[in-house]
């Protein structure tokens, strides 16, 4: 059946137009548009806010959307450049002026049986004609636009034959179009730092951290994927982020005060690097298996709840403090993989119970509650050196490897 238009589009008009290819739907009892455009052509059509200048005069009436974050909108810029499968999410629009939508239509349906089809269906396909120099207001993806904007100038090629779904809803009203742009960002739920570590393939501190997982018989079995925490009755032992925690200090970064990115840079600009702390967290966790406490964890699973409730090993913070001695005998010990093993050894044989001497005072607070601020947990390390008969070298270092730690 040849499909054409209801309303063929009257080529003698005095206005210069675009037809472009939409379906209109409802949604949220008002009338949508749903539209692809290329990136190249992306930002001609939208209105976008901009960066806020210092002493500006805001006109609170004209306020629609929050002003521009370089930082973010340079970030979006980055990751179209550097991922060649990007994902960009639709960019919502709002028109203030009703739309010329001109569906398709079947044979000889009139405008009524055009009406009763849309109501049934809910959806009809069509042309949406746009004056060429309309600019609609940009309620979500405000940055991303801009991103794209740029990047069709200066770096076309990175964003040749790529096209973005928009999303256009007819509204003139300006409190409706502010109360739209709440609802958009309140019900877009930022993912947890767990599932980032999980997902991020990209970050290759969180693919050392996947394959630390995946690859330690045990912890494939006792590790959080998807929560920021263990829970109180789980079985598990630590989260998926308590593990990155532990290979950043492996590393010879704080954990609590560095970025991964920032690690996982050095990693993309010095892959031997990346081996060597690969091969230390393998050496780390083989040997943290056999900690007493572990140990009761791993055979007696239905109890590891109060274990964990009275041990410090088995929690974020005590890992982490390991983890960090950790660092020290694999980074600046510069032992052969026998040695350092018993030296490992002798770090997971201390105690590591909510009673000990070594953390009362440091990372154990009233009531055996685990403190973990960034002073606590430089006090407990510096108590398990003590312990062990280390020496901590107080001298500032510019490598990422020792126990002087990069922020």
Not at 67 to 83: A, M, Q, V, W
Request: glycine residues 4%.
């Amino acid at each position: 059946m040849n499909i054409t238009q209801a309303n063929p589009i009257n080529m003698g008009a005095p206005m210069a137009t675009i037809n472009v290819p939409a379906i209109k739907y409802k949604s949220g009892n008002r009338i949508w548009y749903a539209i692809t455009i290329s990136y190249k052509a992306l930002g001609k059509f939208i209105h976008t806010s901009s960066v806020k200048k210092k002493n500006q005069d805001i006109i609170k009436s004209e306020i629609k959307n929050r002003f521009l974050d370089p930082k973010h909108k340079n970030e979006i810029k980055d990751y179209i450049t550097s991922e060649p499968e990007f994902t960009i999410p639709p960019v919502t629009l709002v028109s203030f002026d009703e739309i010329d939508f001109r569906p398709y239509t079947f044979g000889e349906e009139n405008t009524e049986q055009l009406n009763q089809r849309f109501e049934a269906i809910g959806s009809m396909a069509g042309v949406m004609v746009l004056p060429i120099d309309y600019e609609f207001e940009c309620l979500d993806g405000n940055h991303r636009t801009v991103a794209i904007r740029e990047l069709a100038s200066e770096s076309s090629e990175a964003i040749a034959d790529s096209n973005i779904l928009l999303n256009i809803v007819f509204e003139n009203r300006p409190r409706k179009i502010r109360q739209d742009f709440v609802d958009v960002n309140k019900n877009a739920k930022q993912t947890s730092s767990s599932i980032n570590t999980l997902f991020n393939t990209r970050d290759r501190v969180s693919g050392l951290v996947v394959d630390m997982v995946e690859e330690v018989d045990y912890l494939s079995e006792t590790t959080e994927l998807l929560s920021t925490s263990v829970s109180k009755n789980s079985k598990d032992i630590y989260t998926i982020n308590n593990i990155k925690n532990a290979v950043m200090e492996l590393a010879g970064y704080n954990s609590q005060s560095t970025k991964s990115e920032k690690l996982s840079a050095i990693f993309s600009d010095n892959e031997e690097f990346e081996k060597i702390v690969k091969s230390r967290a393998e050496l780390f966790f083989e040997e943290l298996k056999f900690n007493t406490l572990i140990q009761k964890c791993l055979q007696e699973r239905d109890h590891t709840p109060e274990i964990r409730n009275g041990a410090i090993i088995t929690s974020g913070t005590g890992i982490i403090v390991a983890a960090r001695v950790g660092g020290y005998i694999l980074g600046e010990l510069s032992l052969e993989e026998g040695e350092a093993r018993t030296e490992l050894r002798k770090l997971f044989q201390i105690e590591w119970s909510r009673k000990s001497r070594l953390f009362i005072g440091n990372i154990i607070g009233s009531n055996e509650k685990i403190l973990n601020s960034r002073d606590a947990i430089s006090s407990a390390a510096n108590a398990v050196m003590v312990e062990l008969g280390y020496k901590k070298n107080e001298e500032p270092k510019n490598e990422g490897n020792t126990l002087n730690f990069q922020n």
